[in-house]
């Protein structure tokens, strides 16, 4: 019984989180001029990785590095075809040609990257894959490069800015209050994913499911909640691309910000289902891109959303059987 209203707290604490995080967002990218894209890419992107990193960090200090590796794999797998479809069906997606020409392609080749560092049976012929500290720093110096080319970008050629219809335009709220919103809309998202990750798994292991199901879905979809509820929120704000932002930024962000901090505490082993799940994140940003170019509509509309849902759960199901 405690763990299910723990289970209602941690979603509502996610939902009101979620809230602040973007109407601060939104407010400082009107007062700064930033794209409504990088704020989510950088801001929100990176404060919504914030449990993917507590989860990976301290696994791998405690040495389940099986955990750090597969907490990634699962999130960027339920960011890009659940998280995405499900923002799509609420609101269907806009892609710019910034999206299909650069975000879409990074986000694509720092996923290839993480597959190639994955091969080590492969490529180096070892007795494992694993993701070894070397290999970490360089997702570390990538994640600084990243950040600095989408600061520099934008300066360059703002993108799309954080408009909103003329009937509803409001006044940026104060700087301040922005910053709060952010910071405490970032704590209640951290909160409310923890318990709804502890809660659930909880609830979960009664019910008997697999504690390999539970490590691949549960936990990847809970650690998601924040990046989830953000862009649910965006998406019924009209701020569209806030939340393609969030999703992409918090993908770069696992991969390089958290496998990085991550890989420099201990060796990151790669078991069979994690291994798969690397291997399936280029492919599933392949399909979120040609998305983009169904009969020329550079749109992530309803249908494509509802396409990606159901990719998800057949992902689900793989793995599950695995």
């Known amino acids: 019984m405690l763990d299910i209203i723990l289970f209602i707290a941690g979603i509502a604490c996610v939902i009101i989180g979620a809230n602040w ?115 970490a720093i360089v997702l570390l110096l990538l994640f600084a490069g990243y950040m600095w080319l989408n600061f520099k970008q934008d300066k360059a050629s703002a993108g799309p800015s954080c408009e909103v219809p003329e009937e509803t335009q409001e006044k940026p709220m104060g700087l301040f209050k922005s910053i709060a919103m952010i910071v405490v809309g970032l704590g209640l998202l951290v909160l409310g994913g923890n318990i709804f990750v502890d809660s659930g798994t909880n609830i979960a292991k009664a019910l008997g499911v697999s504690d390999s199901l539970i490590a691949i879905s549960m936990m990847a979809v809970g650690t998601s909640l924040p990046e989830l509820a953000t862009c649910i929120i965006a998406a019924a704000k009209k701020n569209n691309q806030l939340a393609l932002g969030n999703i992409l930024g918090s993908n770069i962000s696992n991969i390089l910000l958290i496998l990085g901090v991550s890989g420099t505490v201990v060796p990151l082993n790669i078991n069979a289902q994690s291994f798969i799940s690397l291997m399936l994140l280029p492919a599933s940003i392949v399909v979120l891109w040609l998305s983009a170019f169904t009969f020329k509509k550079k749109t992530l509309d309803r249908f494509d959303g509802v396409i990606l849902v159901l990719l998800y759960a057949a992902y689900i199901v793989m793995i599950g059987r695995m």
């Open 21 to 135: 995080l973007v109407d601060g967002s939104v407010s400082i990218a009107k007062r700064s001029g930033i794209s409504e894209y990088v704020i989510g890419a950088t801001i929100v992107g990176i404060g919504t990785s914030m449990p993917e990193l507590a989860v990976s960090f301290f696994a791998a200090l405690k040495g389940n590095a099986d955990i750090a590796i597969g907490n990634v794999a699962g999130s960027n797998m339920a960011n890009t075809l659940l998280i995405l479809g499900i923002t799509a069906v609420i609101s269907p997606i806009a892609f710019t040609r910034q999206n299909l020409r650069r975000d879409i392609p990074i986000t694509f080749g720092v996923s290839v990257l993480l597959a190639l560092f994955a091969l080590d049976t492969l490529i180096w012929k070892s007795a494992a894959n694993k993701i070894v500290r070397p290999e």
